[in-house]
């Protein structure tokens, strides 16, 4: 390619970066569609809705918590972030983020869910058997079959008199037939029971349940739309962010300095590849938001969604240093510079798809299985990891190519090789082990004794265990900023407590504080603090009710369950691609250690433990395998050309000190990310960043310090048998830091 050939590519790409990045800070048209303005985000960064209903007449417990249950369901389409709770015995209070109309909302949400008994689903008001209103109760069980005496689960459903004479009508006409009854809700097929007697009585079952919990959802859902509860509105409000606009302008400027500050730690240590992976995360970033912009109805940005996007900045970063490192130790080989850029390019890409793609599976199953913030968090990450493929595999490469054919060939301009001694990790693999074991051992220690003392074990936050809240309309209006700043320490003085959210009503004086459990003596001491300081308009009194969590019962079980599913699948993956389970039982041990380390961390902390916490649990797991896949994959290559003569302890040793630029490289472009927002960040995003700060750190440590020593005493140093007087000789071996050996 000549040079003015490529200075006109050069131009035009450059050209396409500044447009995305345009419609990333200005957005296009008059809409602005594709900003950063454009983004949905959640209570905590934008503000949104909040409505309390009320249950009128006389409700049980039960019909409450099924009525939770509803509405969970139907804020969903609203936004994954969305939060239902209970205010008292019989309130429930629903916060949508983002959601600026507090009356369109209550029209959706106040539609009655439509429950229908039919023989045609394609039909259900023309062929309806019966409604909702003529089911008594749904309760899920199990039973053995009369015929094979098997185990079964079932749903016994009871009926009021007239349920018994439709459905009396209905079974007698299908039973002949073994026709199909139809349960539907809101025009869903729930199930279609075959209809094999006819049934006469106020009772029935449903059998064919896979399991008990499947049987217990079909009840649930039946019992949801036969509702008897009636709700009116108690009031409907819109609130502000709950980190205060300031709060979010201040995390956005933290962001943009991290940013800054890793494109001049790339372009220092790397230079030209510095230079073009600098360019390539303006455009990363710039895609992340014009995406999140675009399906701004299906994603819902929160902190938890921020810590998807800080991981795919620091995946991008890996895969470009990844890379980079390649690149050296090919012009360290002998290679000329152009030889050396497409070969460093072939040579990591094995690593680089291997440690997106275990990401993305597990972003997908996340995605899928996950609920509330896990989903928010999933869809964040799979957007930014897509992109860190793209940006790192063919963004950066066009880069390299323009600019060395501007004229930019000097091997210099591409890094310096330094030649280092083999490390010898392997041997200290017994203290780190030790050393990890009595971290996990504290941590658990302490959790003991926080139980011990009437403590819970771990410092739940509000959105696990409920609370109190706390509403006060004060003379004046405050900001989100004043009332972080002034009111709340009062308010943590005076009850001695810590944690202490704020809901601030838009456009009113009216603010809510978010509590633990307070005593009748806190609350007082509170109200007096408080008023003192800062008057209360008049006429009005303070409020004082008990909360739920805003956590669903469902939203934890999902978590748990999707990040199982998402360590399987991981798990299947390595197998499937290093043909050796021992990798893959190493990465996923290295996961559960920097998972325990962390919440370790936690309990030590009495950091509070909410939705944010899930969200750095998953950020770690994925921070932690990519780094894992990295040394494997150079395990894995180095094995290939292995005999039964080569020292397996030497080739691992010398797999970690290749990667190790790597592994410490990302983790400082990851951690200036980190640091600056935490030192810029209010109180939430502090102990939102701190956690995270300890992962990634922990992370590194057990990439370098513990997969691969688990691999090699699992087996892996069998595949090649040497002398052990050669180990000492193999530790004098001398390596280039990014692998190449002399």
């Known amino acids: 390619m000549s040079k003015k050939k490529g200075i006109i590519r050069l131009v035009v790409l450059l050209a396409v970066i500044a447009f995305v990045v345009y419609t990333a800070v200005s957005g296009l048209g008059s809409d602005r569609s594709g900003s950063l303005n454009d983004i949905s985000l959640g209570l905590d960064l934008r503000g949104g809705v909040s409505i309390t209903y009320e249950a009128v007449g006389d409700v049980n417990s039960q019909d409450m918590s099924d009525t939770k249950a509803k509405l969970e369901k139907r804020v969903q389409d609203y936004s994954t972030e969305a939060q239902v709770y209970f205010e008292g015995s019989d309130r429930i209070t629903v916060d949508i983020p983002g959601a600026t109309d507090a009356n369109a909302v209550l029209q959706e949400l106040g539609k009655p869910g439509t429950l229908i008994f039919c023989t045609d689903s394609s039909d259900p008001e023309g062929t309806k058997v019966m409604d909702g209103n003529q089911i008594k109760d749904a309760q899920a069980g199990a039973r053995s079959n009369a015929t094979t005496n098997a185990r079964e689960y079932v749903v016994n459903l009871t009926l009021t008199s007239d349920g018994v004479e439709a459905f009396s009508k209905a079974t007698e006409e299908l039973a002949p037939t073994k026709g199909r009854i139809y349960i539907m809700y809101n025009g869903e097929v729930l199930s279609a029971p075959t209809v094999n007697e006819h049934i006469a009585s106020d009772t029935c079952s449903i059998t064919g349940m896979g399991d008990l919990e499947a049987a217990q959802t079909l009840a649930s859902n039946i019992r949801i739309g036969a509702l008897p509860v009636q709700l009116q509105e108690m009031r409907s409000q819109v609130v502000g962010a709950k980190l205060g606009q300031d709060a979010v302008r201040t995390s956005l400027m933290a962001g943009v300095i991290g940013l800054i500050l890793v494109f001049a730690f790339m372009i220092i240590y790397y230079r030209i590849p510095g230079l073009a992976a600098s360019i390539a995360l303006v455009m990363y970033t710039a895609f992340v938001i014009v995406l999140l912009s675009a399906f701004n109805e299906e994603i819902t940005l929160t902190l938890p969604g921020i810590a998807g996007i800080i991981l795919g ?391 370098v310090c513990l997969t691969s020593a688990m691999w090699y005493v699992m087996g892996g140093k069998k595949r090649g048998v040497v002398e052990e007087n050669n180990k000492k000789a193999a530790s004098k071996k001398e390596v280039f830091e990014d692998g190449s050996q002399v």
């Open 313 to 703: 900045i620091g995946m991008a970063v890996d895969g470009n240093v990844i890379i980079y490192t390649r690149i050296r130790e090919e012009i360290g080989a002998g290679k000329s510079v152009e030889s050396a850029i497409l070969s460093g390019y072939n040579k990591a890409t094995s690593s680089i798809v291997d440690g997106n793609v275990t990401t993305l599976i597990a972003a997908l199953v996340l995605y899928i299985f996950g609920t509330g913030p896990v989903k928010g968090f999933a869809t964040t990450l799979a957007v930014g990891n897509i992109v860190s493929i793209f940006t790192s595999l063919v963004i950066t490469k066009v880069i390299m190519k323009l600019l060395y054919n501007f004229g930019i060939r000097d091997a210099k301009w591409y890094g310096k090789n330094v030649y280092r001694k083999t490390l010898d990790v392997l041997s200290i693999k017994k203290w780190a082990a030790i050393g990890s074991a009595v971290v996990i051992a504290a941590g658990i220690i302490t959790m003991a004794v926080q139980a011990g003392l009437g403590n819970r074990a771990l410092n739940f936050s509000l959105e696990f265990v409920g609370g109190s809240t706390t509403t006060f309309t004060f003379d004046k209006e405050y900001t989100a900023e004043e009332i972080e700043d002034n009111i709340i320490p009062v308010i943590r003085d005076a009850a001695g407590i810590t944690e202490v959210q704020q809901q601030k009503v838009a456009d009113s004086t009216q603010v809510s504080f978010k509590t633990s459990d307070l005593s009748l003596e806190q609350r007082e001491a509170i109200e007096n603090a408080v008023t003192a300081k800062y008057p209360i308009k008049d006429g009005t009194i303070v409020e004082t009710d008990t909360i739920s969590s805003s956590v669903s019962a469902t939203v934890k079980r999902d978590a748990i369950l999707s990040v199982i599913l998402a360590t399987i699948c991981m798990l299947i993956y390595i197998f499937v691609r290093f043909r050796d389970i021992r990798f893959a039982l190493a990465a996923v041990l290295a996961l559960l250690h920097d998972v325990l380390v962390v919440i370790a961390f936690y309990a030590f902390a009495r950091i509070p433990v909410g939705t944010t916490f899930i969200a750095c649990m998953l950020t770690i797991v994925g921070y932690s395998i990519n780094g894992t896949i990295i040394i494997f994959d150079r395990i894995r290559e180095q094995l290939k050309t292995a005999n039964s003569k080569t020292n397996i302890t030497e080739l691992v040793n010398s797999s970690i000190t290749s990667t190790m630029s790597r592994t410490v490289y990302t983790s400082i472009t990851t951690l200036i990310m980190l640091i600056v927002l935490f030192i810029m960040g209010v109180t939430s995003v502090k102990e939102f960043t701190l956690p995270l700060i300890v992962g990634i750190v922990v992370g590194a440590y057990s990439s």
